[in-house]
């Protein structure tokens, strides 16, 4: 996965010997510090519901980084989703020697068809953002493209900065 | 300039779905020219579940082979449902699969002479963060 926004371009690489969680190395890029530094990642299923219709996920998510500072983050990640809706959240803490913040997000979306397996889908999102060193919310539509093993989405935030995920499935 | 960049992405999202619509309409109109016999037969009782045109394409080219007709709950996105087809694909025996967002169906064709183990077929629905609800074993004919 490739992310990019305006604190950080990242490429994340994680492997999943089960669903139950992940482990994973991600390539960092800070832009302001102007540095780089491998983060290694490690993500839990807290609790997944499977119906009919929906899924409905919690996961425990946390990062420990190689770049030194003593950096590291832990946090939570939801989702709920139909084939026509999503509703997703994260809320994390990242700490270091050099500062301590919080992220959060929320985001909300729909798919305007539902396209058939294989079939190019999209989604239409609205996502909000916040993080406590600035302690502004930060709002803004998203766009969300997929198509076989490929996943794109994309938004511009307030600020007029990308925020970009890519993800590739192997 | 978000908000404009959302207008240019956004077209091609609400094109497709009106090209999805009329192909809505399409399917439909195929459903109804379309007998759908070989799937009523082999599903009884299940068969309002299934996509009885699908399943028939899916099983012309498949006689004398086994189809694992497998219910699947969570089944909501296909790029999470990637994953499903390709672990199928390394079994032995495998012949060819396909996923039905719409239905919650996953049809498996395996070769006549292949051992099909429900278990292990709800394993590995299970392992690609889906839960598996029914199996069925029939034979394309």
């Known amino acids: ?170 | 300039m978000r908000y404009l960049l959302f207008s240019i992405l956004i077209f091609p999202s609400l094109a497709l779905a009106e090209k999805n619509i009329h192909g809505d309409h399409a399917d439909h109109n195929a459903q109804h020219g379309h007998e759908g016999h070989v799937a009523m037969d082999y599903v009884g009782g299940t068969s309002s579940e299934l996509d009885v045109p699908r399943f028939d394409e899916f099983v012309s080219d498949q006689k004398g082979n086994q189809i694992a007709v497998v219910s699947v709950s969570g089944m909501v996105c296909d790029f999470c449902a990637r994953g499903i087809e390709k672990t199928f694909q390394k079994d032995a025996g495998f012949k060819k699969i396909d996923v039905d967002l719409d239905t919650g169906k996953v049809l498996i064709a395996y070769a006549s002479s292949t051992e099909i183990i429900n278990e292990e077929i709800e394993k590995k629905i299970l392992s690609n963060g889906q839960t598996v609800t029914d199996i069925q074993i029939l034979t394309a004919q």
């Open chain 1, 1 to 170: 996965m490739v992310f990019s926004d305006k604190m950080r371009d990242a490429a994340y690489y994680h492997y999943s010997p089960s669903y139950k969680y992940s482990l994973g190395i991600e390539l960092v890029e800070e832009k302001q510090a102007m540095k780089n530094h491998a983060n290694f990642r490690y993500t839990y299923l807290l609790n997944r519901k499977n119906t009919q219709n929906s899924q409905r996920n919690l996961y425990f998510q946390s990062s420990l980084s190689a770049g030194g500072n003593d950096e590291y983050s832990y946090g939570f990640l939801g989702d709920w989703e139909t084939r026509r809706y999503f509703i997703g959240f994260g809320a994390q803490e990242l700490k270091s020697n050099l500062r301590d913040y919080e992220k959060q997000f929320v985001q909300i979306g729909f798919a305007p068809y539902l396209g058939d397996y294989g079939d190019l889908h999209s989604w239409l999102m609205i996502k909000s953002k916040h993080d406590s060193l600035t302690d502004k919310w930060n709002t803004y539509p998203t766009i969300k493209f997929f198509k076989g093993d490929y996943l794109l989405e994309f938004g511009v935030d307030e600020n007029d900065e990308p925020d970009i995920h890519f993800m590739i499935r192997f």
